[in-house]
């Protein structure tokens, strides 16, 4: 099973630049264009939240048209730049969202592995919680088949990555989550957006990784008090392909056109 993982594509209103500088949709678009032309194709994508910037409408309607060309099943998990009832309207037909409450889903049907998203948002703030509610929803999911391979989305990481002004905004309560993570090993990967850039870190049993966005990179400035920054720097996406009896094995994409093929390896 081979899973594409994008994230943070901050999609604007048509016309209208991310932070009033970067062509966000273009670059999202871009990153579709990478992801159809893949061989052998993804079996499904997922995009680990911020979909768009502001919660607005009109940029879910234009995010709504990019997914559009994505020829495979797509599962969206919000962001703290998503506004969760206008995320919930504009995909009203995404059926594995539920109706009411935080937008935790599971999805099992799509192939071997089962796809679990865990909505650790806090509405009006920009940091994300593990709370007490939300660990035992996931809990009671992760219960339920303990022996498939799983897949954990997340906006937010629960860990520090070095990187001190979006450290800020982590997922708080990281510890209540590690627990239930450790009582269900059969989670192969954490897997988050929001910092705009590759990490990956050992996490409660299992490797968490974090995608880079498909627009701007945030800095990285490891200097506790380094100024906060951006960078357009070549944008990327995850690949994760399971295969029975070898396990789960992550890719980082970068996505543009590049020099070769050449005849070495």
Known sequence: MLIAHLSDPHMRPPGELYQGLVDSNAMFEAAVRHLNALDPAPDLVIVTGDIVDHGEP????????????????????????????????????????????????????????????LDVTVPGDHHG????????????????????PTLLMLHQPPFEGGIACIDAYNCRDGV??????????????????????????????????TAPSTTTAI?????????????????AFLLHLWREGAGLVTHYVPIGRFPGPMPFF
């Open 58 to 117: 009109a940029e879910y309607e234009r995010a709504r048209s990019a997914l559009a060309a994505i020829r495979q099943p797509v599962l969206l998990l919000p962001g703290n730049h998503d506004e969760r009832e206008a995320f919930r309207a504009a995909f009203f037909d995404h059926a594995y969202l539920p109706e009411t409450g935080p937008l935790h889903f599971v999805v099992g049907d799509k192939g071997p592995v089962r796809i679990v998203g």
């Open 129 to 148: 919680e593990a709370g007490v509610e939300a660990c035992a929803w996931l809990a009671a999911r992760l219960s339920e088949e303990p022996d498939r």
């Open 176 to 209: 209540r989550l590690a627990a239930v993570l450790l009582a269900h090993p059969q989670v192969e990967r954490v897997l988050c957006g929001h910092v705009h850039r590759f990490m990956l870190a050992r996490f409660a049993g299992t490797v968490l990784v």
């Open 219 to 235: 800095a990285l400035r490891l200097a506790p008090d380094a100024e906060p920054a951006s960078y357009v720097e070549p944008p």
